[in-house]
């Protein structure tokens, strides 16, 4: 790909402004900067730039089809560990072209940044292998591996799978840890809803370190009226305001 504009032009684009610069090429059709956008972040990955999946996120928010296949084909020949976690990083937040068996390799790997990334971008797509992933991985002994099973029922969930889900929390001891898999866990029953999630749900406002989550755990048990009255009398005197409210707007209706 030939462009004459340097990486480092597009280093604000990449970091703040890639959706005005991707306006700007919905707009008028400028080629040149697009190619550029692609280069910078291709140029960023190669060389190891930025440690953290931001920049790598926003790329795939903003770029068009051939743009984010083309990426995609250059991470299934990448071998450097590096440089996968980052290309990884991309396929965060969309759903990837082809679910690849490299996918499951990678997924499946004892290196901790890259078995995560793996686990990250396969729990927003959606295929029987990935459920078949996720089961397997509910009963590895090895808890690092067990963990990683939550998110990816979010789209592969099937009803009885809940025993799976209940099997692994207990082994959940690291509070950051924790707040991931309750964030995994309201994203599954905003997608499934049922009431044999109730025990996942209960244990995620039990266990979550943070109050936003707290918060639509809360939302969640309302709206579905699986709210037990022993939760709905201790919301009320919640330290989130919002929370308090919500329960006692429950108690009225």
Not at 109 to 135: M, P
Not at 153 to 160: M, R
Not at 222 to 249: A, H, K, T, Y
Request: aromatic share 12%; proline share 2%.
């Amino acid at each position: 790909m030939e462009v004459n504009l340097q990486p480092e032009e597009f280093h604000d684009a990449l970091q703040k402004g890639m959706g005005r610069a991707y306006l700007h090429v919905n707009k008028y059709g400028d080629s040149q900067v697009s190619d550029s956008i692609l280069y910078c972040c291709l140029h960023n990955l190669s060389y190891k730039k930025y440690n953290s999946p931001h920049t790598y996120i926003a790329f795939a928010k903003y770029a068009v089809e051939a743009e984010f296949n083309l990426v995609f084909e250059k991470f299934l020949h990448e071998t450097r560990k590096e440089q996968i976690v980052r290309y990884l990083w991309i396929f965060r937040k969309r759903e990837i072209p082809i679910i690849d068996d490299k996918l499951f390799q990678l997924a499946m790997s004892d290196d901790g940044d890259i078995r995560t990334a793996a686990v990250e971008a396969l729990k927003f797509c959606q295929d029987s292998s990935i459920r078949n992933l996720a089961i397997d991985f509910s009963k590895n002994q090895d808890d690092k591996f067990a963990i990683c099973s939550v998110g990816l029922f979010i789209k592969n969930y099937q009803s009885g799978d809940n025993k799976f889900i209940e099997s692994i929390l207990p082994r959940i001891n690291d509070e950051d840890t924790k707040h991931f898999v309750c964030m995994d866990l309201i994203k599954i029953f905003e997608r499934h809803a049922l009431d044999e999630l109730f025990t996942s749900l209960l244990w995620a406002y039990e266990n979550t370190p943070c109050t936003y989550c707290r918060e639509n755990i809360v939302k969640a048990l309302i709206n579905s009226n699986l709210m037990p009255q022993i939760l709905v009398d201790e919301c009320q005197f919640d330290c989130v305001q919002d929370v308090r409210n919500l329960v006692r707007g429950y108690t009225r209706a």
